[in-house]
């Protein structure tokens, strides 16, 4: 049985590849290995977390003894690294973290895997999963592609460049079997609320003010996080070793547009009269170098790889909007954190 470990499962994008890899191979054991920071929250797997094929680990991906005890004890085949501080406006109140766990975390499961595969990569494969960001901003027009050049300029995005340089390097140097990607910004289920979307729905369910950076022009390519997850199934086991992929949603937004999309479908839900959840949204002070614009060129992954998103904005959003509305009580113990007692609770004594 090919033994994975899936690092970051806990969090949002990670507890969408963990329940896929689980449902759709049962062949595979998953190890998911998360820390359980702020953003990490078991309550996302409840659906797997009694299957056969996958087990929950807490570790913290800087503590370098502790990965290598892992790596030790457990062989692993693959790693699917997702773990990561993910929140721009936490990088810039808190550079060092980001640091720590995006840079130092990454190279302690790298040289984990170098020590542990002794060279032997065949049938072994380290999959990091990165970001947009690392290219900067675009102007009005262009697209990212593979090989446009990084110019970070958040504290976020500069770790991310920096951990994807050294998994470059791994394989350059050691010959370590890598895939990277560089996805748009996620949406869908159990996404933290500290995040554009799933904060104005809570707000907007709360009748709490919506805020906007500035203006609300900044624009982002939007991409479901189920469709993000089939992505980084497709690359894991189909892309030749040392490549990237870049993974977008083709669904460029304006804030403020998607704002208002949101407060429309939020009043239609909601059964409130037209516009009525328009009135709350806020424009607050800009992020200090708020890029303006990101887009995606997913060619290079639709060609070779056969993937295409599956859902546009409009009907992506809404599903989104329905899981919220439908799981309250998720909601409610996130924003309480009351989240944070569910490994006490079902996982302590195993």
């Known amino acids: ?26 062949q ?22 009694n299957k056969n094929n996958y087990r929950f680990v807490k570790a913290d991906i800087t503590n370098a003894a502790e990965i290598n005890n892992l790596f030790k004890s457990e062989n692993f085949d693959a790693v699917i690294h997702l773990a990561a501080e993910s929140h721009v406006d936490r990088s810039i109140a ?34 990091h999963v990165s970001t947009d960001e ?14 446009t050049s990084y110019d970070p300029h958040s504290p976020y995005s500069a770790s991310k460049a920096s951990s994807d340089h050294f998994v470059r390097a791994y394989h350059d140097t050691y010959g370590l079997d890598i895939v990277i990607s560089n996805c748009s910004n996620n949406y869908g289920s159990h996404h933290f609320p500290e995040k554009l979307i799933p904060l104005a729905i809570n ?29 980084i199934d497709v690359i894991f086991h189909n892309a030749k070793t040392g490549q990237t992929y870049n993974i977008g949603g083709h669904n460029e937004w304006k804030n403020i547009d998607l704002i208002h999309l949101l407060c ?51 009907e992506g959003l809404a599903k989104t909007v329905d899981w919220y509305l439908q799981n309250e009580d998720w909601l409610n113990n996130v924003t309480s954190g009351n989240y944070q007692a569910y490994y006490d609770n079902q996982y302590k004594g195993r």
């Open 264 to 314: 429309t479908i939020m009043d239609q839900k909601l059964g409130r009269a037209e516009g009525e959840s328009a009135k709350l949204i806020t424009f607050v002070t800009d992020r200090a170098g708020h890029d303006l614009r990101y887009a995606i060129d997913s060619t290079k992954l639709q060609n070779e790889l056969d993937w295409v998103p599956s859902l546009q904005f409009e």
């Open 203 to 231: 707000n907007i369910k709360n009748n709490r003010p919506v805020p906007v950076y500035g203006k609300g022009e900044n624009v982002r390519d939007w991409l479901w996080v189920e469709d993000h997850a089939r992505a």
């Open 28 to 49: 595979y054991e998953i190890i998911n290995l998360d820390a359980l920071t702020y953003a990490g929250n078991l309550a996302n797997l409840t659906d797997v977390e």
């Open 1 to 26: 049985m090919k033994k994975i470990l899936i690092t970051g499962g806990a969090g949002f994008i990670g507890s969408h590849v963990v329940r896929r890899f689980v449902n759709n191979y049962p």
């Open 134 to 147: 690392v290219y900067g901003a675009l102007g009005e027009t262009g697209m990212f592609t593979e090989s």
């Open 94 to 127: 808190d550079p060092s973290a980001f640091v720590m766990t995006n840079v130092i975390g990454t190279v302690n499961l790298l040289n984990a895997a170098k020590e542990y595969w002794k060279g032997d990569y065949a049938n072994k494969r380290f999959y």
